[in-house]
């Protein structure tokens, strides 16, 4: 099984079996895909929202009374998607013969 990983402070990608590690000092999340028709756009938006609700799952949330944290989570989401969407861009081109998509962020 192939996975992608991305690593949202670095923001370098890389392909990597399944049961590979992460890099050092990130968290990762398998994004499953495999079940999603990457040629339609209804299976494209929902590998985006899983692709999205990973990297809410990575990572995590803040106080509301700590701006700082707050932005600090806003930055890492945004990092990390943006970090794996050139990945996703081409699993959807090779028409989804990949079976998981792996985010990695750095906290």
């Known amino acids: 099984m192939k996975t992608l990983i991305a690593a949202a402070i670095a923001a370098t990608l890389f392909s990597a ?3 590979a590690a992460a890099p050092l000092g ?3 999340l398998a994004v499953r895909h495999a079940d999603l028709d990457l040629a339609t756009a209804r299976g ?3 590998l985006d929202h899983r692709i999205r609700a990973a990297a809410d799952a990575l990572c ?3 106080s509301p009374a700590d701006m700082q944290s707050q932005a600090a ?3 890492c989401r ?3 998607v943006a970090a794996v969407l050139p990945q996703r861009d081409r699993l959807i ?3 989804g013969h990949r079976t998981a998509t792996r985010l990695a962020s750095q906290r």
């Open 26 to 28: 990130t968290d990762s």
């Open 73 to 75: 989570v806003r930055r």
């Open 78 to 80: 945004t990092e990390t």
């Open 44 to 46: 494209r938006a929902a």
């Open 60 to 62: 995590g949330t803040a």
């Open 17 to 19: 079996p399944a049961l």
């Open 93 to 95: 081109a090779a028409t």
